[in-house]
């Protein structure tokens, strides 16, 4: 199985499950990671599992991973296996009602990403993951690390 990853990080964190994921697929065939903004959706179909990360900022993922997944043309990822996981704070440690009430309307970046993979033609192969920071510069909550490599291990049939 090929798989690429191909994420976006603005303080490092995402960027770091992404390589736990990758070095957990690096096990099973062929694993590549690159950020959203230098990889081109046209070298897709070169890969059987294709997962996208970002971080959640304003309830979403960051731009540059929407303009990437808006420039995969319709129907590319038809026969490919998709994932989609974001980074995110835990609501439960913040203490603040409206932002409660925000995250319940506007959730978190996975499933935005997983929603536009699938409508190229992907297929779902789990559910999407969101892996927790401390605080918005990170670091991860401990264990994350290797939750994500779990995760991998799951899309890879080995979960
Ligand atoms: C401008 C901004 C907006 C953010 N909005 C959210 C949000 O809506 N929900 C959330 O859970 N975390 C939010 N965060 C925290 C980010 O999820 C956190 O910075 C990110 O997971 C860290 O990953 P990175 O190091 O890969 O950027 C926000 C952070 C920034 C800087």
Redesign the pocket.
Known sequence: MKSIIVY????????AIAFAIRDTLQQFGETAAYRAGEFSPAQLSAYDLIVAGS?????NMLPDMRTFLDTIPPGALAGRQVAAF????D?HKVNNRFLTLM?KLFG?AAAPIARKLTKKGGKLRQNPAGFF?ED???PLTKGELIRAGKWAAGLAGNG
Do not use: M
């Open positions: 976006e990080s603005a303080f490092g964190n995402t960027e971080p959640t900022q304003k309830f974001d980074t995110r704070i609501i995250v978190y920071v918005t510069k990170g």
